[in-house]
């Protein structure tokens, strides 16, 4: 019924889930406080700047999924749910009218996607965020296990819900091998007379959506964005650059606590040397350009490799 609720309001629509923070200690966000003000002075980006423009440039690309849904598909099955409203106020006439333009428009629909087997008709995005430090989630964690043992099955659930950074992508399609030949025999049963026949398969067609969920781990969008950050900053200001740096390989921590990549242990610690190598050769001659270049194009790859799977 979700899916009928937002179109009703007219799809496509995008809904922004809830993202939970956990605030830190006084002394951190004093801290935190302390270098937005620094970087204020000198035009840079603070850290914490950086992350969140990370996140929000995810959401935009997320809402960008809009403008792909394929307008006719929304539209059909937006009337889809008018011919069952029909149907149930006993107008058979009105509904078979409705469900032949609907049956017209799965055929254009058809003709312009010949080898695909569905296409989206609504998209929206969750974000679950957390601000806890790798070590704090690991405490979380190893309290999740001690709650399992005790027996507090829901406890540990809720517990284990807020262990998360990412922006779930949820992209319902509409299967065109089966939903236009539901329509076609839901009105042979309209004609038939058969009307809560073709309720029932107009109502099985329309719970017959595809859904796709596509997770971005935010620890790895924040890390790749911190370490280009860094690399445009290495020259004019080291220090800057330096903790960009830092606070990348904490997100890279985060990632892999939290398990996005629980088989990719080698894979993280490439990274963080990586970056170690970096920090190294900033503090030295400074001339880690193909640095950056090789370890962005590993993130980049693996990212690529965690939302395929």
Do not use: H
Not at 279 to 306: D, P, R, S, V, Y
């Amino acid at each position: 019924m979700f899916l009928k609720n937002r179109l009703n309001q007219g799809i496509p629509a995008v809904v922004l889930g809830a993202c939970l923070l956990l605030s830190g200690p006084w002394s951190s966000c004093l801290a935190a406080q302390k270098q937005t003000a620094s970087s204020d002075q000198t035009g840079l980006k603070t850290s914490a700047q950086v992350k969140s423009g990370a996140l929000t440039k995810e959401k935009k690309k997320a809402e960008d999924l809009k403008k792909e849904l394929n307008q006719k598909a929304v539209k059909a099955v937006a009337e889809t749910y008018k011919v069952i409203d029909l149907l149930s106020q006993k107008k058979p006439k009105e509904a078979l009218e409705l469900l032949k333009k609907v049956i017209g428009e799965l055929e254009v629909v058809l003709a312009a996607n010949e080898d695909v087997s569905m296409v989206p008709i609504n998209s929206y995005t969750i974000v679950v965020d957390t601000k806890l430090s790798p070590k704090e989630i690991e405490a979380q964690i190893t309290e999740v296990r001690k709650m399992l043992k005790q027996g507090n099955i829901q406890g540990a659930r809720l517990l284990l819900d807020t262990l998360q950074s990412e922006i779930d992508i949820i992209i319902e399609n509409l299967p065109l091998a089966t939903y236009p030949d539901a329509m076609k025999l839901a009105s042979k049963y309209i004609i038939d007379g058969k009307n809560d026949e073709a309720k029932s398969v107009l109502t099985i067609a329309l719970n017959s959506m595809v859904v796709k969920k596509i997770i971005v781990p935010l620890p790895l969008v924040r890390a790749s964005d911190l370490v280009e950050e860094a690399s445009k900053t290495a020259k004019a200001n080291k220090e800057q650059a330096l903790k960009y740096l830092d606070e990348a390989k904490k997100q890279l921590q985060i990632a892999k606590v939290l398990g996005y990549g629980k088989d990719d242990s080698k894979v993280y610690k490439d990274l963080q040397q990586r970056i170690d190598a970096i920090k190294k050769e900033i503090k030295g001659k400074n001339q880690a350009e193909k640095m950056f270049e090789e370890f962005l194009k590993k993130l980049k790859e693996f990212k690529k490799k965690l939302l395929s799977s």
